[in-house]
């Protein structure tokens, strides 16, 4: 029986490729994106440092909350708005002239592509 259980609580493919394409990995891409280009206040991410905030807002609302609001000023200044959902099975919504976008189509955006 315990083998029954266990077999129904094993992920698809399909399931583990929603979880990768989730809201906070989403909104983590984004920000080191933002730290690739060197735009402003998005330095102190580093995975393997634990005193990083990229580690530190794991446990801290307040402090994902700052960058969340870094991050979506970056995308309104080039005319796009992003809606981070918080979630980890949820993926962020992109707006660009009122149509939804992909997170890549938002970067091109603000690559001037």
Known sequence: MAKEILKEEI????????VTGGSWLE?????????????PGFENLDITDPNSDL???IGD???RHK?????GAVFASHGITMEYNGKFLEA???TYQGK???REQAWK???GK
Do not use: C, H, P
């Open 11 to 18: 992920l698809s493919d399909e399931q583990l490729d929603a």
């Open 27 to 39: 909104f983590t891409a984004d920000m080191l994106d933002a730290q690739k280009r060197g735009i």
């Open 55 to 57: 580690i530190k807002m």
């Open 61 to 63: 609302k307040e402090l």
């Open 67 to 71: 960058y969340v609001d870094k991050l």
């Open 92 to 94: 962020n919504v992109y």
């Open 100 to 102: 939804e976008i992909t």
């Open 109 to 111: 955006i603000v690559d």
